[in-house]
């Protein structure tokens, strides 16, 4: 973690935030985003809600009320809905996700905390909950993390309060729609991110192939940021500089706590 820290810091990158996945990693995430001057969200990832005990809810709820005043805790998250993995798709994985995601929102109002949300094939389910646990004024704040739905979709995220998280995935020449909206959307919609270890920009990418054969995925890193965000500036005509700033200012926005850290 150290000399990852200090390459990402070398190239630009002066913050970091860490989600938490599951409960065994919240006091971890904690602690790292205190040593480096970072930040933390504290939740349970749907890909982790088959291994997450009945009161692993009841655990999130009790770190949320105890890190409260913490200003280095900055979201719940990662939460969210994953329809892309066959076992999360079917009974009974799919109703218990969809528990633990209700039931974190539920939390987020509680705390009047901000959303990272895990959105893969899920986008309209995830917003369909929004809306009905919205309703009576309340206005949601985050961001739809590594964000690849439809411009529909995109425009209703931002319409409820979110911002639209781009990674490595906008980088590949392939992914047309991903591209087109980094191109076209507001420009106050926009973050830029890693998801480091995942999401591999196209310079990292090892395919199939070679990756059967025994090449191994090169992991993906904080301080890829810079260049993601150069793929994106010059997708929208922008200085790098300016794209820079922007996105800055959009995650202090989605994420009001990062604004005093970033001083």
């Known amino acids: 973690m150290p000399e990852i820290r200090v390459q990402a810091a070398r190239l630009g990158v002066v913050h970091c935030v860490i989600p938490a996945v599951e409960v065994a990693n919240f006091d971890v995430v904690r602690q790292l985003a205190h040593i480096y001057h970072d930040s933390y969200c504290l939740g349970i990832h749907p890909l982790y809600v088959a291994q997450a005990g009945d009161d692993a809810l009841a655990v999130l709820d009790a770190a949320l ?27 009974p994985l799919r109703e218990r996700q969809e528990q633990f995601y209700r039931a974190q929102l539920h939390l987020a109002k509680k705390y009047a905390m901000p959303l990272v949300l895990h959105v893969r094939r899920s986008a309209d389910v995830l917003l369909k909950h929004l809306r009905e646990l919205g309703q009576g004024g309340w206005r949601w704040s985050g961001i739809a993390h590594a964000f690849n739905g439809s411009e529909a979709q995109a425009q209703e995220f931002i319409r409820l309060g979110f911002k639209l998280g781009f990674g490595g995935a906008v980088t590949f020449e392939r992914a047309l729609r991903l591209r087109h909206l980094a191109r076209v959307l507001p420009q106050d919609a926009l973050v830029l991110e890693t998801d480091a270890p995942d999401i591999a920009p196209q310079w990292l990418y090892t395919p199939a192939e070679l990756r059967q054969a025994g090449v191994a995925q090169a992991a ?33 926005q989605a994420l009001p706590r990062l604004a005093p850290l970033l001083v």
């Not at 890829?224 to 202090?252: K, S, Y």
């Open 65 to 91: 009320q105890a890190h409260a005043a913490d200003g280095r805790l900055v979201a719940v998250g990662e939460i969210g809905l994953d329809y892309f993995v066959p076992a999360l798709c079917q009974s």
């Open 220 to 252: 993906n890193t904080p301080a890829e940021l810079p260049r993601i965000g150069a793929v994106v500036a010059a997708l929208r005509a922008m200085a790098v500089e300016d794209l820079a700033a922007a996105t800055t200012h959009n995650a202090c």
